[in-house]
């Protein structure tokens, strides 16, 4: 399994050719930075080590404690960790509720203090519709980032560890074997 170094590294590298076939294939510049930046963010700070004490987890600073039910939750290198699109669609699902949870309490203190009206589901109605009709493209380039950073890295780890496998197989020593065998000593 490749460290977070490595992980990083290939990062990276993929920035400039994904950047490129990006812009070639949607001509706006907009839908390319949407695109490359979540898959940066993806690959640096939201990709499938978030299950264990990780390069990643640590990037999270003094609220990477967020993380520690998820990474209890589920097994290192799992399906639902490292699986294409599940693991994705997971770590949004875990941290869109921690959103959602610090927003209802950060609109319930408003309330108080401020007295207004709220009405989360008018809210959450407009958010959707608004995404649908006009940020659909932004949230599409948006989730394509995001799993690309994901398979990166989980395609890193998959051939990282059939490498090793096979090094394990490969017979190890450089010694021929002998023409003629050893005289006994008698």
Same mark, same amino acid.
């Given at each position: 399994m490749p460290s977070g170094r490595t992980h990083d590294r290939i990062t990276f590298w993929g920035l /400039? /050719? @994904?950047m490129g076939l990006t812009y070639l294939l949607s001509g706006k510049i907009d839908l390319t930075l949407i695109l490359v930046g979540s898959y940066l963010f993806s690959g640096l700070m939201f990709g499938p080590d978030l299950d264990i004490h990780s390069v990643q987890y640590n990037r999270w600073g003094i609220i990477r404690g967020i993380w520690l039910p998820y990474r209890f939750l589920l %097994?290192?290198?799992s399906f639902f960790s490292h699986g294409f699109v599940i693991g994705t669609l997971l770590r949004l @699902?875990? @941290?869109?509720s921690i959103l959602t949870l610090v927003a209802i309490l950060g609109v319930a203190i408003a309330q108080l203090i401020w007295g207004f009206d709220w009405n989360w589901q008018q809210f959450t109605h407009r958010l959707m519709e608004l995404i649908m009709t006009e940020y659909l493209q932004e949230a599409i380039a948006f989730t394509i980032g995001l799993e690309l950073g994901a398979m990166s890295h989980a395609i890193s780890d998959y051939l990282g560890s059939a490498w090793k496998r096979y090094q394990k197989k %490969?017979?190890?020593s450089n010694h021929r074997k002998r023409k003629t065998p050893r005289r006994s000593r008698k």
């Open positions: /400039p /050719p @994904l %097994k290192h290198r @699902l875990y @941290l869109g %490969k017979p190890t």
